[in-house]
């Protein structure tokens, strides 16, 4: 099984030791597609899934989730988070053994969430209905200093409620000088590039599974189409996720690097419990 660069206590001394240096937009990558951000002392995860729910949940099928990479922290451990968001339902972004000890160790955080999935999100988590903070694709709103803007994603498809609104979700996330796109789950659709370029995105955090049907599972973009998607956009780095944790639904990173520097798109691999610090961002 993969270890992870930082994890329990040395993950947690990173992220304390970071703090120091409070100019700079840090973030670190907790495998899948969650990601925690730090700016200016506060705190957002993405995404985050801290369990095994998935393994145990498969273990007696026919489409085990073998865990690929360890755990880098406990979600209890986590006491110090503003705000934290699911950009749809499935597990691996809405995960109950993560949520439920974060958010009972983080009594204001706040839980973003597609307006979509309210009800889902509310008996998955046992929430009061008031509690999450439901977004639309254009919405927006302001916590702890991030402006969350989400934007659609399409997994397989951009699927929308009776009342229009968007199941699968994207996140711009803006910190003061700093804008980051979390991309969610997605693969490519109409007019996407032209709805993220105008953010002007420093960081492009982007899934690279692919879409293969014999896994039976939705699809992502693959490793090619993630780095062209960033420089599409005009990232100025891009991030791959969305690999190493289950066995059956992974790819390695070298086709994302690969059309990346053929491309001439700055790109940078992180590995589960890495930081990075917008002080590498190109100029």
């Known amino acids: 099984m ?3 660069v930082l994890q329990d206590d040395d993950f947690l001394a990173d992220v304390m030791q970071a703090r120091n240096d409070a100019e700079d937009l840090h973030l670190w990558w907790l495998g899948q597609s969650g990601f925690l951000v730090q700016w200016h002392n506060h705190h957002l995860l993405l995404d985050p899934y801290l369990s095994d729910s998935l393994t145990q949940k498969y273990a007696a099928t026919d489409k085990p989730h073998v865990r690929m990479t360890e755990c880098v922290v406990l979600p209890e451990r986590l006491d110090f988070i503003d705000v934290v968001t699911s950009s749809h339902n499935h597990t691996d972004h809405l995960d109950q053994e993560t949520l439920v000890p974060l958010l009972r160790v ?3 955080i706040e839980l973003v969430i597609p307006e979509a999935n309210r009800e ?6 046992g929430l009061v209905a008031e509690q999450p903070r439901g977004l639309d694709a254009g919405d927006s709103v302001t916590v702890s ?5 989400a934007v659609p994603a399409a997994h397989n498809l951009v699927e929308k409620d009776d009342w229009g609104r968007h199941r699968f979700l994207g996140y711009v996330v803006q910190a003061d000088r700093w804008t980051l796109y979390h991309a969610g789950d997605t693969k490519l659709f109409e007019d996407m590039e032209a709805r993220l370029r ?3 995105i420093d960081i492009a955090l982007l899934p690279i599974n692919g879409d293969r049907p014999e896994r039976r599972v939705a699809g992502n973009l693959s490793g090619s189409e993630a780095a062209a998607l960033a420089k599409e956009i005009g990232a100025r780095i891009a991030i791959p996720c969305h690999y190493d944790m289950f066995e059956f639904n992974t790819v390695t990173p070298d086709e994302f690097a690969d059309t990346a520097r053929a491309l001439q798109q700055h790109y940078c691999i992180l590995r589960a419990g890495e930081r990075w610090t917008s002080g590498a961002l190109p100029p």
């Not at 889902?120 to 988590?125: A, K, T």
């Not at 200093?145 to 803007?149: C, E, H, M, Q, V």
């Open 120 to 125: 889902f999100v509310v008996d998955r988590l």
């Open 2 to 4: 993969i270890k992870p």
């Open 198 to 200: 105008p953010f002007q």
């Open 106 to 108: 983080n009594p204001k």
């Open 145 to 149: 200093g991030f402006k969350i803007t």
